[in-house]
């Protein structure tokens, strides 16, 4: 495994991060997922600050949707009216009506932030999908995956429009996935194929949080041969923010929690700068950056046993998709 054992993350957490980069965005298109909360909201919020011409955050609830866009306009003088897209990633033919609007709807788009995802930590019962699959692997990787690629086409056309006015410089198209240091903590997932049907089997024991997250990493894999030159796919990490994540957690861990956290969680303000700094930062495409930096994922993401489970996981998440009525041919 890349070394990241416990000395470093807590370094890591203790560090006094910079500011978040900036970038003038004015006349771009950006897109947030669970923008309404969390980090979603503390990136939305710097994003509505860079002057885009149009922030669609998506999210499952128009209500807290709405507050939230009532929020970052005030804070960003009136200048930026967020918009508010309904998005429910547990539901994968509303994921893929939420793709379709975009691609009906918007010229261009220039950051596609997939930011939003659950974990079942401290739950004693993982939750199942419509679909028949897990809920976490639904929401954190294939409905996730599934916008990702419906999307990438629209980035590229992006890519190919010259700036929004002659003053600005280039940009290009940024599809960032948050994922989390967490992943390093997976060795292997589930080999028995179908994967995603395996892992779907609630009686398995596992870290399904950490899996989906070093899913996350294994997904970005063929997106980002997929996004070739013209697009950055990258993923990135917070660090271990405050944030609703942990929602789920049972006394007595609820409070036990409280303890570390107090010592070493970044607020959630302050890990958006690092997921910022991925979303609008020249990185190569396909890298991991964390605690604003470009670092090297997981021994396993990068080993060839990974790379031959990114790619069972793409085939399978196509045929998944297909049930949905997506075809996608490369
Ligand atoms: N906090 C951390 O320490 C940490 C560390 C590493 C990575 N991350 C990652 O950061 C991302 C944001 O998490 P967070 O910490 O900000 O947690 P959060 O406060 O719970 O926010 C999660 C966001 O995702 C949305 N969401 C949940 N299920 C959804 C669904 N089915 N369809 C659409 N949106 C959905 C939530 O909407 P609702 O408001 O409707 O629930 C909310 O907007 C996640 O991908 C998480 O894995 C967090």
């Known amino acids: 495994m890349a070394p990241y054992p416990a000395t470093a993350f807590i370094s890591d957490q203790l560090k006094t991060l910079p500011e978040a980069p900036t970038v003038d965005l004015t006349g771009r298109t950006v897109i947030v997922t669970g923008g309404n909360a969390g980090l979603g909201y503390e990136c939305a919020k710097k994003l509505a600050f860079m002057n885009p011409a149009k922030l669609i955050i998506a999210c499952r609830s128009i209500s807290k949707g709405q507050e939230a866009a009532g929020s970052i306009k005030e804070a960003a003088d009136g200048n930026c009216q967020p918009e508010v897209w309904q998005l429910d990633l547990a539901d994968m033919k509303q994921t893929l009506s939420f793709g379709q609007k975009c691609l009906d709807e918007l010229d261009r788009l220039d950051i596609f932030l997939s930011n939003a995802g659950i974990s079942p930590m401290g739950k004693n019962e993982k939750d199942m999908a419509e ?54 903590s997976i060795s292997q997932i589930p080999q028995t194929e179908p994967i995603l049907r395996t892992m779907s089997d609630i009686s398995l024991p596992g870290n399904r949080y950490e899996e989906t997250k070093a899913i996350n990493l294994l997904n970005a894999i063929p997106l980002a041969e997929l996004a070739g030159e013209s697009v950055i796919v990258n993923t990135c990490s917070p660090g271990w923010c405050y944030s609703g994540l942990i929602r789920n957690l049972q006394f007595p861990l609820k409070y036990i929690h409280r303890i570390p956290m107090a010592i070493l969680a970044r607020t959630g303000e302050q890990g958006s700068r690092c997921i910022i700094w991925a979303t609008i ?26 790379k031959t489970t990114a790619s069972k996981l793409y085939k399978e998440m196509k045929d998944i998709w297909k049930t949905a009525g997506y075809i996608a041919t490369d």
């Open 131 to 184: 679909s028949g699959y897990e809920l976490t692997l639904q929401v954190n990787n294939i409905s996730n995956t599934l916008l990702c690629h419906q999307l990438l086409p629209l980035m590229q056309k992006t890519a190919q429009l010259p700036p929004p006015s002659a003053s600005l410089t280039n940009f290009k198209p940024h599809l960032t996935i948050v994922a989390s240091d967490r992943h390093y």
């Open 281 to 306: 930062s020249d990185v190569p495409n396909g890298s991991y950056c964390d605690t604003m930096e470009v670092r090297e994922p997981s021994d396993y993401v990068i080993s060839e046993e990974g």
